[in-house]
């Protein structure tokens, strides 16, 4: 089970944390991504961590303003989104994914990967 706090409202340039919980699993097995769906749009793969946090994967339009990071002691995963753009305006989801190795080079980025999903945050950012 995963569960998303975190969301709100801000003005472009400001920043939000994310997090995730996770429960019931052996949490270091899993890939851990968020997605986000923005308003009359299709869900989007937006940033992914392998289970010992060593590798990280970002969509192009959010690299280095977004920061994804977990914590396995304590079953979480996170989202810190800094100079936050109108565009970055969406639900965003906490995903889950078990580890397989046909992804040792490139960590997942297709919602079909994922088999765990979080009821998603609202974030809206204002210009």
């Known amino acids: 089970r995963l569960v998303e706090s975190g969301g709100g409202s801000v003005q472009a340039g400001g920043s939000l944390s994310l997090s995730c919980a996770a429960s019931g699993r052996i949490f270091t097995s899993y890939f851990m991504a968020w997605f986000r769906q923005p308003p009359g749009e299709a869900r989007e793969f937006v940033a992914a961590i392998n289970g010992k946090g060593q590798n990280t994967r970002y969509r192009g339009s959010v690299q280095g303003r977004f920061t994804i990071s977990r914590d396995n002691a304590k079953a979480m995963v996170y989202l810190q989104m800094n100079s936050l753009k109108s565009e970055d305006t969406a639900v965003y989801y906490c995903?889950?994914?078990?580890?397989?190795?046909?992804?040792?080079?490139?960590?997942?980025?297709?919602?079909?990967?994922?088999?765990?999903w979080g009821q998603g945050t609202q974030v809206t950012v204002s210009s």
């Open positions: 995903a889950a994914a078990p580890i397989r190795a046909v992804f040792t080079f490139a960590l997942p980025d297709m919602e079909n990967d994922y088999n765990s």
